[in-house]
């Protein structure tokens, strides 16, 4: 309140009816019971009020999209399901992976019957040479051969490696512990690259904050690091929060995102609302007076005071 109120008590409640009444009508109605207390100067702190809702921190939250195009072959969970660290989440067929691991397969192979048959003719002309039917140029050019066939098996293998890493990626595994959040595709879905076509969501529950929407008039009135308290219907128990960062307004913009950080270990999961109350502005030696001791009439606020034995009615101006 910032108008100083000098009188000695206020009356919490009082009579609605102020008309005169006979003798037998006032011994036939029983007095109202009302309850005095006095005014203190003391401090009062201000909150600003939000709605918000409960969202999975950015590294909590992993979207699967496929590495190429391709077909979905499965999908190993639905919204709802828990989930481990390295579960299998989706698996692909790429036509285009089908159709290299084949050419490659069959040129491995190739190399292969070439370097046994490199042996085979190394072999055969070392022993023409131990019996002198075969020159040193011959053997020479059955090792180059065998040298030759080698290092084409092991090109071909590289190849082949460095596909089986790419095929690796034909499956999806979940990165950390979870929850699926959201399944956006059904197995035998045809699906691209694109960041926003996602497979699955999985979030892990215990890594949550909560995204509150705070009027751009009152986002000013409390900095970061200011403390809170969240409550939803499902647990009238406060959830202590603290201010992590406020976004700075746009132009036009009615409302600001601020960011908010559980203190404790919560139960709430993404999605959930809530609303935030976020101490605010404090104001020192200040008029305090209880809550239900205010009453409305039209546009005015008044308090009643209690003179003597009776209650006069005094228009005053709330502050915080």
């Keep these: 309140m910032r108008r100083r109120l000098t009188c000695a008590s206020l009356l919490f409640a009082v009579c609605a009816g102020c008309g005169r009444s006979t003798p037998r009508e006032s011994e036939a109605e029983p007095p109202i019971p009302v309850a005095v207390e006095a005014v203190q100067l003391g401090a009062i702190r201000a909150v600003v009020s939000a709605t918000a809702v409960v969202v999975a921190l950015p590294d909590a939250d992993f979207a699967a999209v496929a590495p190429d195009e391709g077909r979905i072959v499965e999908i190993t969970k639905a919204a709802g399901d828990k989930v ?14 089908r159709a290299e691991g084949t050419v490659r397969a069959a040129a491995v192979r190739r190399a292969e019957l070439r370097l046994q048959r490199a042996k085979e003719a190394q072999a055969r002309v070392q022993k023409l040479l131990a019996i002198g039917a075969a020159s040193r140029r011959e053997v020479d050019e059955a090792d180059q051969e065998v040298n030759d066939a080698e290092a084409e098996v092991q090109q071909y293998a590289a ?50 904050e909560v995204l509150a929407s705070v009027r751009v008039a009152d986002a000013g009135r409390f900095a970061d690091g200011s403390s809170a308290r969240g ?20 132009g036009g913009a009615t409302a600001v995102p601020v960011r908010l950080a559980f203190l404790e270990a919560t139960a709430l999961t993404p999605g959930m609302e809530l609303g935030v109350e976020i101490d605010a502005e404090q104001r020192s030696n200040v008029p305090l007076v209880p809550a239900i001791a205010v009453v409305k009439d039209g546009g005015n606020t008044f308090v009643f005071v209690a003179s003597g034995t009776q209650a006069r009615k005094r228009q005053v101006v709330l502050g915080v």
């Design 84 to 97: 481990k660290a390295g579960d299998v989440l989706v698996r692909f067929e790429f036509p285009s992976l």
């Design 159 to 208: 190849a082949q490696a460095a596909a089986d890493a790419i095929g690796q990626r034909t499956t999806i595994r979940a990165p950390f512990d979870g929850v699926v959040a959201e399944r956006l595709h059904n197995p035998g879905d045809l699906v691209g690259t694109s960041t926003s076509d996602v497979i699955i969501r999985v979030i892990d529950p215990r890594q949550v």
């Design 231 to 250: 409550v939803t219907t499902s647990r009238p128990t406060p959830e202590a929060l603290r201010v992590i960062s406020r976004t700075q307004p746009e």
